[in-house]
């Protein structure tokens, strides 16, 4: 069977252009024009199967955004294969993406950006639908109607523009849309990230339900663990744009093995705070990725970096139990011990 | 930490309303609390539920079309509804601080940080020049920016946003006030930079013996950080009591909604219990529970009778016709 979305050492990154003022410098005597490049993605590779909820968590600035841009093909990848049901995808040109587009559908994080503020409901939802299928109108109307009430929107929310609508209606509004082209995969951004927890749980469970009723697969991003959780198979821990864990959930939560996802999983506050304090407490910020670390990307942070960490990067490697971890401590577990 | 009787800051019958062409929108609509020295008070509740109002209105920093109808807000036992700005403004920073949320456009860019913190102690202190400094020097190293000394000449856009909310925090700490109102203070953090500044917050209140009233969505950061919580619904608080009994008893089903409407790791469910529908619009609230609409347990009472603060247990109040028992589901 194969996958419905492998990503395979997908690297992408952008070219800052600040004035020519800023680039130029004198070397050797001479003037010398400097680029600036961040990596906003260093090599990442994952599967997700059919009606799989991967989850990619981690901080901002750790490129899990950045992921669901390039597979989405927002931006084009600098390198690496995006295979989208065994279609590789990376280096399609606009138009010859078109046809995948009905395979893959994105939910964004702000539900008031991500509308258009003069389009009425039935025209947003059905924007795709006209883009990808000969259907005649009356037949699209058939169907937005019968797309809203599956987002819990009735027929009469149809014909009103988005800004008569709150933050969880739009967002099912946008998963609407998202649904109208029966895709089989959906990249959701933070797609709770902008709504109060009451309405967060309303929306989650929506996109459990659709997912059962769909057989939908889900690349789900967010910086909130616990949500990741509730909605999550399998996750991936990204950090300065490398994937430095991924694991079945229920593994990764009971077991984390790489010294990021410990301090993520510790520095989550928790409604209940009964279980033991931090155990790894990180100081300092993340470096910038104009200028990653050489080596690990975390050993400026991480508590337990020898020399090895600075001089050789560590691969992600399957540990067993579908859980795989980039981090030299695998090797050298005596170092692990307080 | 409720060891004194007096209590610090004594709000009652708080309403703050704001006045706008499209009707009047009660933001704060009868609020009352006390808070003790030394307490650290959550003030939750979702988007529009006025907890940020009500810490704007303790330091008169309402400003047209909204204004203070009426209540009182004794501090120390003063009088600060409707004082004047004279007084307010000798209030505001050296008796009462304020933490912003957002700590990119709570610090002015074209000033060092050096200078703005300085201000600070100008203004509410007789220290001179060279023990001002050296009063910033050791605030920056406590919050735990290193060679503070270097730092005070940089500006705020050269620090991250987790060094700027430490700025933000040890500007508020310097002249020693004795409330800091927090609004949502790490709200625009990440999670590892977010215990990091709650640790520091939790710490330097606790040395200086300062109240802390922490204005949040986010129960979680409420368990770790606070005494007591007070719950907030469409401008009235529909419960308040120590922390670890509201959460793990919560009497309003309003409460119970929002404990269980966040996922729980350690007790995974396939269905979160969702609160059904939305917030109602603020401007014409129902009659009787601005709640019962979404709420499963309401009788015809509710429709008629605004439920009133109730004590429930041991500090524990709920403003509600149907209060849960313990462990009840809403």
């Not at chain 1, 540990?319 to 692990?336: F, I, K, N, W, Y």
């Not at chain 2, 190293?141 to 940089?154: C, F, N, P, T, Y």
């Not at chain 2, 950080?225 to 719950?231: A, H, N, R």
């Amino acid at each position: 069977m194969t996958a419905m979305l492998e990503v395979q050492d997908l690297r992408q990154e952008f070219r800052l252009n600040p004035g020519l003022l800023d680039r130029i410098s004198m070397k050797g005597g001479r003037l010398h024009l400097q680029d600036r490049i961040v990596s906003a993605v260093s090599g990442v590779s994952f599967s997700i199967a059919k009606r799989e909820v991967l989850a990619l968590v981690g901080e901002s600035g750790c490129g899990k955004s950045t992921v669901a841009k390039a597979i989405a093909r927002i931006y084009r990848p600098t390198a690496g294969n995006i295979r989208l049901d065994g279609q590789d995808i990376a280096s399609l040109s606009q138009a010859e993406l078109l046809p995948y587009r009905s395979k893959m559908q994105m939910i964004f994080q702000d539900p008031f950006a991500s509308l258009d503020p003069r389009q009425k409901v039935r025209d947003i939802v059905a924007e795709p639908l006209r883009a990808q299928s000969g259907l005649a109108s009356g037949e699209v109307a058939e169907r937005v109607a019968a797309l809203l009430a599956k987002v819990g929107l009735n027929t009469e929310h149809a014909g009103r523009y988005p800004h008569q609508f709150s933050g969880g209606q739009r967002q099912r509004i946008g998963i609407a849309r998202a649904l109208s082209v029966n895709p089989g995969l959906i990249i959701a951004d933070e797609p709770v990230s902008a709504l109060d927890v009451s309405v967060q749980a309303q929306i989650l469970n929506l996109m459990m339900d659709l997912r059962d009723e769909f057989g939908l697969a889900y690349l789900f991003i967010s910086h909130d663990l616990s949500v990741v959780h509730h909605i999550a198979d399998r996750i991936g821990v990204m950090y300065l744009g490398f994937l430095v864990e991924t694991a079945p959930r229920d593994r990764l939560f009971a077991m984390p093995r790489h010294p990021y996802t410990r301090a993520l999983l510790s520095a989550a506050p928790s409604i209940n705070p009964t279980r033991s304090r931090p155990e790894i407490e990180l100081q300092g910020e993340v470096p910038s990725a104009l200028a990653l670390p050489s080596g690990c990307c975390f050993r400026t942070r991480c508590p337990y970096a020898w020399d090895r960490c600075a001089q050789e990067r560590p691969a992600l490697r399957d540990m067993g139990d579908g859980q795989s971890v980039a981090c030299h401590l695998t090797d050298e577990p005596q170092r692990d011990m307080p | 930490m409720t060891t004194e009787m007096q209590p610090l800051l004594r709000v009652r019958e708080l309403r703050t309303w704001f006045h706008t062409f499209s009707g009047i929108v009660k933001a704060v609509n009868g609020v009352s609390f006390d808070l003790a020295a030394g307490e650290v008070m959550g003030l939750v509740g979702e988007s529009g539920g006025g907890k940020s109002v009500v810490g704007y209105s303790l330091l008169g920093l309402i400003d047209p079309p909204g204004k203070i109808e009426s209540g009182s807000i004794l501090f120390d036992g003063e009088e600060l509804a409707n004082a004047p700005e004279r007084r307010l403004r000798e209030i505001r920073g050296r008796e009462i601080a304020m933490i912003f949320q957002d700590p990119m456009t709570s610090l002015n860019p074209v000033h060092t940080v050096g200078r703005q913190m300085d201000e600070m102690l100008r203004l509410h202190t007789e220290l001179d020049k060279k023990a001002r400094r050296q009063r910033c020097v050791e605030m920056l190293e406590s919050v735990g920016i290193a060679r503070a000394e270097e730092r005070l000449e940089s500006y705020p856009h050269q620090f991250s946003g987790g060094m700027r909310q430490r700025v933000v925090i040890a500007i508020a700490l310097l002249a020693k006030p004795r409330l800091i109102i927090a609004d949502e203070p790490t709200t625009a953090l990440d999670v590892t930079i977010q215990a990091q500044i709650l640790r520091l917050m939790r710490r330097e209140i606790r040395q200086q013996g300062a109240s802390l009233i922490l204005v949040t969505h986010d129960l979680a950061v409420v368990a770790e950080m606070v005494d007591k919580i007070t719950v907030l619904y469409c401008g009235r608080v529909v419960e308040t009591g120590p922390v670890r009994q509201v959460l793990e008893a919560p009497a309003h089903p309003y409460t119970r909604g929002l404990i269980d409407s966040i996922p729980d790791p350690a007790h995974r469910l396939p269905r979160l219990r969702q609160i059904p529908g939305t917030v109602p619009d603020i401007r014409a609230l129902p009659k009787g529970c601005a709640f019962r609409a979404r709420c499963s347990g309401a009788a015809a009472i509710c429709s008629e009778v605004e439920p009133s603060l109730v004590a429930r247990a041991e500090g524990q109040s709920a403003a509600c016709h149907f209060p849960l028992v313990s462990g009840e589901t809403a």
